[in-house]
């Protein structure tokens, strides 16, 4: 049986995704670890404090669970990363690297890291953004996500490490906060909803950004680790998408729920980051070489959060 250790479960995603790995291959063959201490939820015997910077700790949990893959999903994201772009360029770099070693070393099968649409810069194509293109990206986190996809393709190619990433768009869940990117406004717009407050938006009305609903990004993530090993192409990291769309389009859409719901535009520096990313992106590598297709657009995705958001 494999055992799997994520790394950073605490987070956004990491939650989720470790919620959905123990009900696919049982909660004790899921070990969540996280430099910050545990909700009720993931506070038992199967959780262990890692700062996935210090590489000891991690041989000790990979050995004491005997885990054959990791997850590592511990990162800086943009908007907190360039207020402190020294320590996200060492968390996202040492963080990948010491977890690249630890598969070299111990013959792990598989490892996933996740990368993002931040790779790509000002002169990247916009729309559509394919696969292979210019990337230039101009912000730390996305410097260390490009870095990062060309280590995860040496290690592969030098080393056989199996290793499988997808370039996040923008993540859309409900279940937990998100922490420090320039997609949040997406997430923190249905809470003011749900409160019956107006929002204050920090990127202008009419920024177009990729994004998706959690719950396709999870079924992605699980479906390219669950995919035959020859059928993953690109070893860098995969171009995913589901939606794209604006804060005006997204307020509109939660109008079809609270019609009186209002948002305001106040765009600070997340403003030009988001300028610099693509507003929609070609993933059809991902649907062509493992069958990626995603499920919730906007409309169906803002139901769904609004209709959980109130059951709470
Ligand atoms: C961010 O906004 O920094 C992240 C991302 C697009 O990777 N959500």
Redesign the pocket.
């Known amino acids: 049986m494999k055992k799997i250790l994520i790394i950073g479960a605490c987070g956004q995603l990491g939650s989720e995704l470790t919620f959905e790995l123990r009900k696919l291959f049982g909660h004790e063959n899921v070990i969540a670890s996280d430099i910050n201490a545990p909700k009720m939820d993931l506070a038992d015997e199967y959780f262990e404090h890692l700062d996935v910077l210090n590489k000891e700790e991690l041989n000790n949990i990979i050995d004491k669970h005997n885990i054959s893959e990791i997850y590592n999903l511990a990162?800086i994201?943009?908007?907190?990363?360039e207020k402190n772009p020294k320590f996200a360029w060492k968390l996202n770099m040492e963080g990948l690297i010491n977890t690249l070693d630890v598969a070299k070393e111990k013959n792990l099968t598989k490892i996933y890291w996740?990368?993002?649409?931040?790779v790509f810069g000002p002169d990247t194509p916009r729309k559509n953004t394919p696969q292979d293109t210019i990337m230039n990206p101009n912000?730390v986190?996305g410097i260390s996500?490009l870095a990062g996809e060309r280590w995860c393709e040496y290690y592969f190619q030098k080393y056989g490490v199996d290793i499988r990433s997808l370039?996040?768009?923008?993540?859309i869940g409900y279940k937990s906060l998100?922490g420090?990117?320039?997609?949040?406004y997406a997430v923190d717009i249905y809470y003011k909803a749900i409160s019956g407050k107006n929002f204050e938006c920090f990127l202008n009305k009419d920024t177009y950004?990729?994004m998706m609903y959690m719950a396709d990004a999870i079924k992605a993530t699980i479906d390219l680790m669950q995919a035959d090993k020859e059928d993953i192409q690109i070893r860098s990291s995969y171009n995913l998408a589901a939606i794209s769309f604006t804060p005006e389009e997204i307020s509109n859409s939660i109008k079809k729920t609270f019609p009186d719901f209002e948002i305001t535009y106040k765009p600070d520096f997340?403003q030009a980051?988001?300028d610099s990313?693509p507003d929609s992106i070609d993933d059809s590598k991902a649907r062509e070489d493992w069958g990626w297709n995603h499920e919730y657009d906007l409309d169906r995705m803002t139901e769904d959060i609004l209709l959980n958001l109130k059951r709470r």
Do not use: C, N, Q, V
């Open positions: 990162a994201l943009s908007a907190i990363g996740p990368s993002s649409i931040a912000t986190y996500k370039r996040y768009p923008g993540l998100p420090g990117g320039t997609t949040d950004l990729p997340r980051i988001a990313w």
